[in-house]
């Protein structure tokens, strides 16, 4: 009977995740750019070195902010799902569709991070969830799949 539930178990799928921007992931992405640039202020560098730093540092905020910050964004997936065949189906902000596999992930209560293979060999495509992202009852689901398949593949 518990090898029956089981079975039933692993062949449920989390429901879709719909994303937003989240506020956490900003308000993190401004204080260790930030930070960053305070540490740049106490180093021995030439002026030139210190600009230069300093637009490197401006340009991965700007950067970074409009790949996880805005919906705007054409490479921001707007919703996750889990396909039956191993796949998991991202949708981008411009309406793109792509099947990517699942590679690695990290869970934790407040922060997912998922990682999937593209089709560029050596590639890797990384997609970060924060809890204020989503609905925290499909964010829960999710993370429960996720364990379950970890699980799984352990067993």
């Known amino acids: ?69 805005t919906v705007y964004s054409p490479g921001f997936v707007i919703q996750l799902r889990a396909c039956h065949d191993g796949y998991w189906q991202l949708v981008y902000a411009d309406g793109t569709m792509r099947k990517r596999v699942l590679k690695r992930y990290y869970i934790h209560s407040r922060l997912l991070i998922l990682q999937f293979r593209t089709q560029v060999p050596g590639l890797n495509s990384t997609l970060v969830i924060m809890a204020d992202a989503t609905d925290p009852e499909r964010l829960r689901q999710l993370r429960c799949h996720l364990l379950r398949l970890a699980w799984r593949a352990e067993t």
């Open 1 to 69: 009977m518990i090898r029956f539930i089981l079975s039933w178990l692993n062949g449920l799928l989390p429901p879709d995740l719909y994303l937003r921007p989240s506020v956490f992931l900003r308000l993190g992405l401004v204080s260790l750019h930030g930070l960053a640039a305070v540490a740049l202020l106490y180093t021995d560098l030439s002026l030139a070195g210190g600009v230069i730093l300093t637009v490197m540092l401006v340009g991965s905020l700007v950067g970074q902010w409009y790949y996880y910050g």
